[in-house]
């Protein structure tokens, strides 16, 4: 029964690993028009922040959210919770950078010293996100997040 409800939202955030992956890939096509680059920006960054909503979406969802032990799930998936803000906030700054250089004279060199150091950051999380993402939405499948078992047990006498 969970597998039947849990497999659409994991296909939904496959989806958006491989739009990012996209727009990462074939981002950095030079297009004269940059509204439309702008465009892509803005709608690579919203699947960013859907895919962050939806896991926590399904944190929210879990057993041990609805009994209160909360401090399970930010230990268990904290690397996940991180690297996901870290690489939204990079990619940010890459596309507004990157507009701002571009927005007056579409055709300028815009790979500076510092550009380059955040374009490397940005695609070096973004293998990071993916990796880890993925490894937080195969992980909250699992059927011991959403029922009661001695582990939640153990794990919350560990704390308290």
Same mark, same amino acid.
């Given at each position: 029964m969970l597998l039947n409800r849990y497999r659409p939202m994991l296909l939904l955030q496959y989806?958006?690993?491989v739009e990012d992956l996209a727009f990462n890939s074939f981002a950095n096509v030079r297009n004269p028009e &940059? %509204? #439309? @680059? &702008? &465009?892509?920006? %803005?709608? @690579? !960054?919203?699947?960013?922040?859907?895919? %962050?909503? #939806?896991l926590f979406l399904l944190f929210f969802s879990?057993?041990?959210?609805?009994?209160?032990? +909360?401090? #399970?799930? +930010? +230990?268990?998936f904290k690397w996940s919770i991180i690297i996901a803000f870290v690489y939204l906030t990079l990619s940010i700054s890459l596309h507004v950078w990157q507009m701002r250089m571009l927005w007056d !004279?579409?055709? %300028?060199?815009?790979?500076?010293?510092?550009f380059t150091a955040l374009y490397i950051f940005q695609r070096l999380?973004? &293998?990071?996100?993916?990796f880890c993402y993925k490894r937080a939405a195969l992980r909250l499948s699992n059927q011991c997040f959403y029922e009661d078992s001695d582990w939640i047990r153990r794990e919350f006498a560990k704390r308290h």
């Open positions: 989806l958006l690993l &940059v %509204v #439309i @680059q &702008v &465009v892509l920006y %803005v709608i @690579q !960054d919203i699947c960013i922040l859907f895919a %962050v909503i #939806i879990t057993y041990i959210f609805q009994a209160g032990l +909360i401090s #399970i799930l +930010i +230990i268990k !004279d579409p055709l %300028v060199y815009i790979y500076s010293p510092g999380s973004a &293998v990071l996100y993916y």
